[in-house]
């Protein structure tokens, strides 16, 4: 499941994935990342992980397509809960350009402080 949040100009975006992600969800992430970018460049992302078990297949072809819109990112916070693998928390540094910080969950205030800087 994935949860869009602050998609007016000026807030800060928030993507929140529980469980497994699917196509449909990397869909609604792909639409988002599109309308923000509309609204300023570049964006900064908070991305919170929550008992994640994966994503299939179909989501993973998904996600593929947002690869383009990285170029618009300029600083990604990613909150994880302990269930990524270090393969996942390694996907940050395959994005030239994107500053990429991991915090913990209470670490939560902290990451939204870095992604305003």
């Known amino acids: 499941m994935l949860t869009v949040k602050g998609q007016n100009q000026g807030e800060l975006l928030e993507i929140v994935t529980e469980g497994t992600a699917t196509k449909e969800d990397l869909e609604k992430y792909k639409e988002a990342l599109k309308a923000k970018i509309l609204q300023e460049e570049p964006i900064h992302i908070l991305f919170i992980f929550k008992n994640i078990e994966g994503v299939t297949f179909q989501g993973f072809l998904e ?55």
């Open 63 to 117: 996600d593929m397509k947002t690869l383009p819109l990285m170029k618009s990112v300029g600083k990604g916070a990613v909150v994880e809960d302990g269930t990524l693998t270090h393969g996942d928390l390694m996907i940050g540094k395959l994005f030239p350009g994107v500053d990429v910080a991991h915090f913990s969950m209470d670490e939560m205030e902290e990451a939204r402080d870095w992604l305003k800087r």
